[in-house]
T-cell receptor, first 115, second 110 residues
C-alpha cells in the first residue's frame, strides 16, 4: 500500500525556535499534500493544502507566515513552524494524495512540544 | 449541525464480538466515503474507501454506505484486541477536501 513517511516523530524545543517537519511519499507521486493539526480527543483539523510547485492554500485562521509550507517535489513537502511558542505544541500530521483522485494516506505524525 | 457526526465512544466489546461503527452526514453532495484507523500517537491508517452506496468487504471489515439516509457504517467481525484504536470516518465530495468525524474509540477486551 501507499507509504507516507513523516520526520521527526517527536520534537521538544525552546520557545522562539523554528521547527521543520518533513513529509515524504515513498512509493507514489503525491500531487497533493495536506497538513493537519490534531488536539487530544479531537479530530483532524486541516491547516493547508499544497500542490507540487504551487503555493499552499491555507485554511481560515491559519497564519501562513507562521506555518511555512513548501512542496518542491512530487515526493516531499515540508512544514516549518516559525518562532514556535508553547501554544503551537500539538500533533502535526501530513497526508498525501496521488493522481486519479485517490484517497489520502497519512504519515505517523510529529508530536511538537514547545517549552 | 456538523457536516459529519460520529459518536466518540468509548465503545468496549469482548474479543470475538461484531463491532458496528457509524457516522451520519448532512451534505448530499458527498460521494467519497472512507474509514481510517488511528492508534494512539500515530497517524490515521486508511482501512476502506468507497464511492457508492452498498457494501464493500475486505477481510474482517465491511463498509456500508446508505446515501439515501446519509449514513455510513463500518463492521468489524471477530474483533481482536489489536483492533483497539480510534476509528475515523471521512467523507468528501472529492478526495482533495475531506471532512473527518471526531473518531470513535474502540476497546476490544480479551
Amino acid at each position: 500500500g501507499a507509504v507516507v513517511s513523516q520526520h521527526p516523530s517527536w520534537v521538544i524545543c525552546k520557545s522562539g525556535t523554528s521547527v521543520k517537519i518533513e513529509c515524504r511519499s515513498l512509493d507514489f507521486q503525491a500531487t497533493t499534500m495536506f497538513w493537519y493539526r490534531q488536539f487530544p480527543k479531537q479530530s483532524l483539523m486541516l491547516m493547508a493544502t499544497s500542490n507540487e510547485g504551487s503555493k499552499a492554500t491555507y485554511e481560515q485562521g491559519v497564519e501562513k507566515d507562521k506555518f511555512l509550507i513548501n512542496h518542491a517535489s512530487l515526493t516531499l513537502s515540508t512544514l516549518t513552524v516559525t518562532s514556535a511558542h508553547p501554544e503551537d505544541s500539538s500533533f502535526y500530521i501530513c497526508s498525501a494524495s496521488g493522481v486519479n483522485n485517490q484517497p489520502q494516506h497519512f504519515g505517523d505524525g510529529t508530536r511538537l512540544s514547545i517549552l | 449541525q456538523k457536516e459529519v457526526e460520529q459518536d466518540p465512544g468509548p465503545l468496549s466489546v469482548p474479543e470475538g464480538a461484531i463491532v458496528s461503527l457509524n457516522c451520519t452526514y448532512s451534505n448530499s453532495a458527498f460521494q467519497y466515503f472512507m474509514w481510517y484507523r488511528q492508534y494512539s500517537r500515530k497517524g490515521p491508517e486508511l482501512l476502506m474507501y468507497t464511492y457508492s452506496s452498498g457494501n464493500k468487504e475486505d477481510g474482517r471489515f465491511t463498509a456500508q454506505v446508505d446515501k439515501s439516509s446519509k449514513y455510513i457504517s463500518l463492521f468489524i467481525r471477530d474483533s481482536q484486541p489489536s483492533d483497539s484504536a480510534t476509528y475515523l470516518c471521512a467523507i468528501s465530495g472529492g478526495y482533495q477536501k475531506v471532512t473527518f468525524g471526531i473518531g470513535t474509540k474502540l476497546q476490544v477486551i480479551p
